[in-house]
């Protein structure tokens, strides 16, 4: 509301001056009020591209935070799969038994060096800008073979997805930028706006006095005129 009101006292004065300077003081020609028209009408579109700006920016900063959601989701598929290569289901003792297979021992040694490779990554991870793309070298490398094959797919999906996620919002912060330009049009394009209309208003008022100033002139008859 505050600003609304010093807005509607802004555009209250700036009338009032255009008013006195060029209606009341120094009355202007037919002509130059058609000229005013280009100006009204250049302050008006500096305004409107201001706004449009404005709307962009706005409209990209919503664009922005819905990327950044999105980073977030995935950084978060990451921390899931991660706590299941670190589960009882991979970091587990093996029992011999009669039915085991007889290269139990391989499957062991597989077992072991993928969970200590998922416990190095959970590590890591504390370390990383989740922000920021991410590939399986920021978790020291691609996960050995063998273990629980499905565990290890899904983390690398999910850091494929997370990097996904995060280079499409460094493109959509990149590209919601405003120039320079474009800010100072936003920061002035309220007053661009006020301005044209205070000078359209006052276009009218200066018209409307020559209007009723020529018509309140006595018609004059030249000297070679006959009188019936």
Sequence with gaps: MVDSGWSLLLFVGLTAVLHVAFVWWRPRTKVWWKKADYVWLLFALLGVIGSFAKARQVAGAMRVSAAEDRVSVRAEDIQRAIQSGISSAICRRFVRTEFSPPDLERIQSEYDAQCAWFRSSRDRLGALDLHRP???AAFGGLPPEGGEVEVTRQLMLAIAQHADAANTAETVKAAQQST????????LGPFLTML???????KVSGEVRLERSTSSQ???????????
């Design 196 to 202: 044209a209309l205070a000078l359209r208003i006052t």
């Design 218 to 228: 006595p018609a004059v008859v030249g000297s070679n005129d006959t009188v019936a």
């Design 180 to 187: 320079d330009v474009e800010i100072t049009l936003q920061i």
């Design 134 to 136: 991410l590939s399986p």
